[in-house]
């Protein structure tokens, strides 16, 4: 995967957490993930069509995704439930819609799917092309969480 | 500005509904109502005195578009001012809110206090 995909995709991350949620999370180095394991306990998961071609996946330790809910929401939640999983969908959907935004400016033009939102232990996260994907790894207080990317060249 | 408008949100999404109630009470906007979706919306506004409609672009059985022409289509609720929720400005999309009469539109992610300037510019501008 060529790596000017991945700054769109940080940068959007941080930009709907620091809006939506006010937390500020610490991005950590970006590796390369061969498998389909969830880094989480609650990931979403939005197909990627145009220009480019892929998946965006987003999984959130529980202790992260409760307190980024929590605050998106103005309540004090205390585990995963319908609300989180709501959100978990739209978080993913706000996150591809600004980095497409961004990648748009960069000359690539991509739709994207509909969410879906997977929760529980040892979950899978099962990329369009298949893999292997970037992770960018990101922290907040209470857990971490990961963006799981992988984009290819769209169909020709 | 008055801080006691009725405010409808529609959005098909009950968390997102939650998170802009919870952007708008940050900003002093207690006096809020809920649709579901744009039909929902329609009803609620003809049983109710609303004073301003937020509702989000894409949703099931009635589009937020669709909702606005509605609304623009109806002697008693074509004054209401109507701001649009959209997760991405694609152009076509704001053109066609435009011309069917939106307030103004916002583009998620935003936070209380962007929300707040484009409500009080929809109100200030009436």
């Given at each position: 995967?060529?790596?000017?995909?991945?700054?769109?995709?940080?940068?959007?991350?941080?930009?709907?957490?620091?809006?939506?949620?006010?937390?500020?999370?610490?991005?950590?180095?970006?590796?390369?993930?061969?498998?389909?394991?969830?880094?989480?306990?609650?990931?979403?998961?939005?197909?990627?069509?145009?220009?480019?071609?892929?998946?965006?996946?987003?999984?959130?330790?529980?202790?992260?995704?409760?307190?980024?809910?929590?605050?998106?929401?103005?309540?004090?939640?205390?585990?995963?439930?319908?609300?989180?999983?709501?959100?978990?969908?739209?978080?993913?959907n706000m996150i591809s819609g600004v980095a497409r935004k961004?990648?748009?400016?960069?000359?690539?033009?991509?739709?994207?799917?509909?969410?879906?939102?997977?929760?529980?232990?040892?979950?899978?996260?099962?990329?369009?092309?298949?893999?292997?994907?970037?992770?960018?790894?990101?922290?907040?207080?209470?857990?971490?969480?990961?963006?799981?990317?992988?984009?290819?060249?769209?169909?020709? | 500005?008055?801080?006691?408008?009725?405010?409808?949100?529609?959005?098909?999404?009950?968390?997102?509904?939650?998170?802009?109630?919870?952007?708008?009470?940050?900003?002093?906007?207690?006096?809020?109502?809920?649709?579901?979706?744009?039909?929902?919306?329609?009803?609620?506004l003809k049983a109710q005195k609303v004073d301003f409609v937020?509702?989000?672009?894409?949703?099931?059985?009635?589009?937020?578009?669709?909702?606005?022409?509605?609304?623009?289509?109806?002697?008693?609720?074509?004054?209401?001012?109507?701001?649009?929720?959209?997760?991405?400005?694609?152009?076509?999309?704001?053109?066609?809110?435009?011309?069917?009469?939106?307030?103004?539109?916002?583009?998620?992610?935003?936070?209380?206090?962007?929300?707040?300037?484009?409500?009080?510019?929809?109100?200030?501008?009436?």
């Amino acid at each position: 995967m060529d790596v000017r995909f991945i700054n769109p995709f940080l940068d959007a991350t941080e930009n709907v957490l620091r809006t939506m949620a006010f937390v500020e999370p610490k991005v950590g180095k970006p590796y390369l993930k061969k498998d389909n394991a969830a880094k989480g306990d609650i990931s979403g998961i939005i197909g990627l069509t145009g220009d480019l071609r892929g998946s965006l996946g987003l999984s959130f330790s529980e202790a992260c995704i409760v307190r980024i809910v929590s605050n998106m929401l103005g309540e004090s939640l205390t585990g995963i439930d319908n609300d989180v999983k709501d959100a978990v969908g739209e978080i993913t959907n706000m996150i591809s819609g600004v980095a497409r935004k961004k990648l748009e400016s960069e000359g690539f033009s991509i739709t994207a799917a509909i969410p879906t939102v997977v929760a529980g232990k040892s979950h899978s996260i099962v990329h369009v092309l298949g893999g292997p994907s970037i992770i960018i790894p990101f922290e907040i207080e209470e857990g971490p969480f990961v963006v799981d990317v992988c984009l290819g060249n769209g169909p020709t | 500005m008055d801080k006691s408008i009725r405010i409808l949100i529609v959005d098909d999404f009950a968390t997102m509904r939650k998170v802009i109630r919870n952007l708008l009470k940050q900003v002093g906007y207690e006096n809020i109502v809920e649709a579901e979706d744009g039909a929902i919306a329609l009803r609620t506004l003809k049983a109710q005195k609303v004073d301003f409609v937020i509702s989000d672009w894409n949703m099931p059985n009635m589009s937020g578009l669709e909702l606005l022409k509605a609304v623009r289509a109806d002697e008693e609720l074509n004054a209401t001012p109507f701001l649009m929720v959209t997760a991405e400005a694609l152009q076509e999309n704001v053109i066609a809110a435009v011309k069917a009469g939106v307030s103004n539109y916002i583009v998620k992610p935003f936070t209380a206090e962007v929300l707040n300037s484009k409500i009080e510019k929809i109100l200030g501008s009436l």
